[in-house]
């Protein structure tokens, strides 16, 4: 389990938000660099992350593909985890698919809430918060944690790249729209944002691994498309969709993959950046540099 440096037992300090936090496999493998730059970005905007104890892979797109009713476990064991009065948080749009729409049938469904207290020895609660990372702009102001913050990025020429998980499905489609948040994050912190049609075109996610021609195709498009339209670098909502961008670009000379919470810790001036960007299969840090924001 990670706690952010300044967590208590008692309750986050006045004026400090506090969630639970499920990070997912992704965030916590190939996409590690995106879980350390979170958690420093929310201790840096006085926020509390308390990673779930014990939390297990959600299920993500493979299980129901294979047996449904492991599917169904494993995101209820995760809600399980989740303490009572605290919002939970998630960062990787398949894993809130996931957890959001198993929640939501629980709560609707008498049956399904039965199986889940019986299963899991413990009651439901309804009442839980689930979160994505996102909606954390709607509940704090960048502004008030830094001085003069749209110079901090430097006019960096930023292609945002959402991905196709988080336009909502059906059964999520009365939740919030996180569309546009990166866009004014970024032009707030001083980033010019580059317009080029391919924001939320679908990176080929688990087609990959399972016929990587097809993934390797629409990845060089995006790419070559936000570089067409006078992007620097491209920045990312999702640890999978940024694991996808990097290994199967053909492009000659592509330009770097950012996780948006690298650029916003680098906006609020963290120095760890030696342990996010040797991760990076495209070194970010002669751009950066480039850029004036790195030294």
Request: hydrophobic share 40%; proline share 6%.
């Amino acid at each position: 389990m990670i706690k952010s440096s300044r967590t208590n037992k008692t309750g986050p300090e006045p004026g400090r938000l506090k969630f639970s936090f499920f990070p997912g496999c992704s965030l916590k493998t190939s996409g590690h660099e995106n879980t350390l730059s979170l958690f420093k970005f929310c201790e840096s905007v006085n926020i509390d992350l308390i990673e779930l104890n014990d939390w297990n892979c959600c299920g993500s797109s493979s299980a129901h593909s294979i047996d449904k009713k492991v599917a169904k476990y494993l995101p209820m064991r995760n809600l399980s985890l989740a303490p009572k009065g605290i919002p939970l948080l998630i960062a990787c749009p398949s894993c809130l698919l996931r957890l959001k729409s198993t929640f939501l049938k629980i709560k609707e469904d008498p049956a399904m809430r039965q199986d889940y207290e019986d299963f899991f020895k413990t009651p439901f609660d309804e009442n839980l918060e689930i979160i994505h990372f996102f909606e954390i702009f709607n509940r704090i102001d960048l502004k008030d944690h830094m001085k003069d913050p749209g110079e901090k990025l430097k006019h960096l020429k930023v292609a945002p790249y959402y991905g196709c998980m988080l336009s909502m499905p059906p059964d999520l489609r009365f939740e919030k729209s996180h569309a546009g948040i990166i866009e004014k994050s970024l032009r707030q912190l001083g980033a010019d944002i580059v317009s080029y049609g391919y924001a939320n075109r679908c990176c080929g996610t688990y087609l990959s691994v399972a016929k990587p021609d097809i993934a390797r195709k629409v990845v060089n498009e995006i790419i070559f498309k936000a570089m067409e339209a006078g992007a620097e670098c491209l920045v990312t909502a999702c640890s999978m969709c940024h694991l996808n961008l990097e290994i199967r670009c053909t492009l000659d000379s592509p330009i770097p993959i950012l996780h948006f919470s690298e650029l916003l810790s680098l906006a609020l001036g963290a120095r760890d950046q030696k342990k996010w960007f040797p991760r990076h299969i495209v070194d970010p840090v002669p751009l950066l540099k480039k850029r004036g924001l790195l030294a």
